[in-house]
């Protein structure tokens, strides 16, 4: 049995549960901004509120979790089709239906529910979640915004969902898919922030891609979004540029799938646990008040299974070896890596040497480097004596002879190619750092490949190689994450031209609709 509620529109009074008003964002494409008006304070300045002569109504489930609150009239109106005949527009049921689904299927992994807005004044008429459906002009397709925080803890916080009122122009294959896609992923941040609001935007954006992927894996979402980070691999996993938020943070959905199907599917959620602020490891203690993610995924995965973060981030670059058509090479590998896209490489030529090699930590660079008639090819490290310390600590290379785009052979460096019938070898090149170490986010190794001969010529010291050179950023440099790829010889992994292709063109627009 359905409830319908109308309700005039009522005008509310500002939130103070967050204190003073935050400025604007300084992320305008991250959507749980605080914000203190709810859409029905026809009165003040938010970005998305009703029209002051809109006729508010409000539909939920009977005994429900969910406040769907919809007008027939005006530029926010919802589709009027009614085939069953209840008296209510069959998209806002069809909506109220999506997130009652969506709940139900978080709260059976053993998420904790958002908190309620019982103590919010304008709370949408009781303490159910709301979601508001509102006209994006296509700019976007809607947001969680938080509204208020607990007094006990000002990290956890309160909000609800403004969504798209009918998807005219989306390009959706339909209404219920636009309301799954958008549905899982909103309301996921809804469930973050009843853990930890203020985490960085890599961990909340990527974990939300990676629910919608598990809540309909026929979906592709997921698909669609993590091309970006596979095109910045370089990039420290838990460091988005400053600015807008990038597409990169959407696409670390794949570390987060690589979690679920290298360990287990309660993992992401275990983590979460772990990052309400004073719920840290105790392994951790500095780290305890104010959990960070990569470091507290290091002490779970101590703690739960029996391994590491730099044993998982090896792995992790290890299987992005095997995307595309090099999926089918290994049971190792994602399950549906064949979907996937590859990984950004870039060609050089053998022999090859670097120093120093500049590698952010928890990052990863692949080289692709044509055989060229070599029979056996190898790859080396070097700590650059010019440095202090050494970078070749917590660093690994991974190498894979391939041809024709599949690997041959994949194993961990040293080791001894058989290159005979290939006609590339690509080499990975990870730091397994979990963070900085002070201000230091990099390690600066050397870098040789070629053959056995010509690596351990490569490896003289510096003053018997004319080609050592002392500039930091030397070797591989990758564009700015706003730039175009650099152009590669066709068959490498995610190489492109100039401009924008499609794939990042399609990239671009699912941003945009994620949020304003």
């Known amino acids: 049995m359905t409830r319908l509620v109308v309700l005039s529109v009522v005008v509310a009074a500002g939130v103070s549960g967050c204190g003073v008003p935050e400025a604007a964002p300084s992320h305008p494409m991250h959507d749980t901004v605080r914000q203190e008006l709810r859409p029905t304070d026809t009165s003040g300045m938010q970005m998305f509120r009703f029209d002051p002569t809109d006729v ?6 009977d005994g429900g979790d969910f406040a769907v609150h919809f007008t027939r009239a005006g530029r926010h109106r919802v589709p009027a089709a009614d085939r069953n005949d209840s008296g209510v527009p069959d998209f806002v049921e069809d909506v109220a239906a999506v997130y009652e689904d969506v709940w139900a299927t978080y709260g059976a992994w053993g998420f904790r529910h958002p908190p309620r807005d019982t103590t919010v004044p304008s709370n ?8 508001y459906l509102l006209d994006f002009a296509r700019q976007a397709d809607g947001a969680f915004r938080q509204d208020a925080c607990t007094t006990a803890n000002a990290e956890i916080c309160i909000g609800y969902m403004v969504q798209e009122n009918d998807f005219a122009g989306y390009g959706y294959p339909s209404l219920t898919e636009a309301t799954r896609i958008l549905g ?3 309301f996921f941040h809804a469930v973050q922030a009843g853990y930890d609001s203020s985490q960085e ?3 909340s954006e990527g974990t939300a891609v990676w629910a919608t992927e598990q809540y309909d894996p026929q979906s592709d979402d997921f698909e669609g979004f993590i091309g970006a980070w596979l095109a910045r691999p370089d990039r420290s996993l838990d460091s988005a540029p400053t600015g807008p938020v990038p597409a990169s943070a959407y696409g670390t959905a794949i570390f987060f799938q690589f979690l679920t199907e290298r ?6 959620r275990k983590l979460w646990e772990h990052l309400e602020n004073g719920r840290g490891f105790d392994s951790e203690p500095a780290n305890q008040a104010n959990p960070t993610w990569v470091i507290q995924l290091d002490a779970l995965l101590r703690a739960e299974y029996q391994s590491t973060f730099a044993r998982t981030f090896e792995e992790f670059a290890t299987w992005n070896l095997y995307l ?15 979907r996937y896209p590859t990984v950004m490489m870039t060609q050089v030529t053998a022999p090859y040497r670097v120093s120093p090699m500049r590698v952010f930590y928890a990052s990863t660079q692949y080289l692709r480097l044509p055989v060229d008639g070599r029979a056996s090819m190898t790859a080396a490290l070097f700590d650059d004596p010019a ?3 050494d970078d070749t600590e917590g660093m690994v290379l991974v190498g894979a002879a391939r041809r024709q785009g599949r690997n041959v052979e994949v194993k961990r460096l040293p080791a001894t190619f058989d290159t005979s019938t290939a006609d590339e070898l690509v080499v990975a090149v990870i730091n397994t750092a979990r963070s900085a170490v002070g201000p230091v986010l990099s390690k600066r190794p050397g870098l040789c490949v070629g053959t056995p001969a010509e690596v351990q010529s490569c490896l003289l010291p510096p003053s018997m190689d004319a080609g050592a050179t002392a500039d930091p950023d030397a070797g591989v440099t990758l564009p700015s994450i706003d730039q175009p790829l650099p152009a590669v010889k066709p068959g490498c992994g995610c190489g492109m031209g100039g401009g924008l292709t499609p794939l990042l063109l399609l990239l ?3 941003v945009r609709r994620r949020s304003p």
């Open 56 to 61: 508010i109504e409000r539909f939920g489930v």
């Open 124 to 131: 949408g008429g009781d303490d159910r979640f709301d979601v």
């Open 184 to 186: 899982s992923h909103e």
């Open 201 to 203: 935007v890599n961990l």
């Open 263 to 268: 360990y287990d599917a309660a993992i992401v």
């Open 324 to 338: 595309g058509p090099a999926a089918a090479d290994s049971a190792q590998s994602y399950d549906n890596g064949v």
């Open 387 to 389: 440095i202090a310390g």
């Open 508 to 510: 671009a627009a699912l």
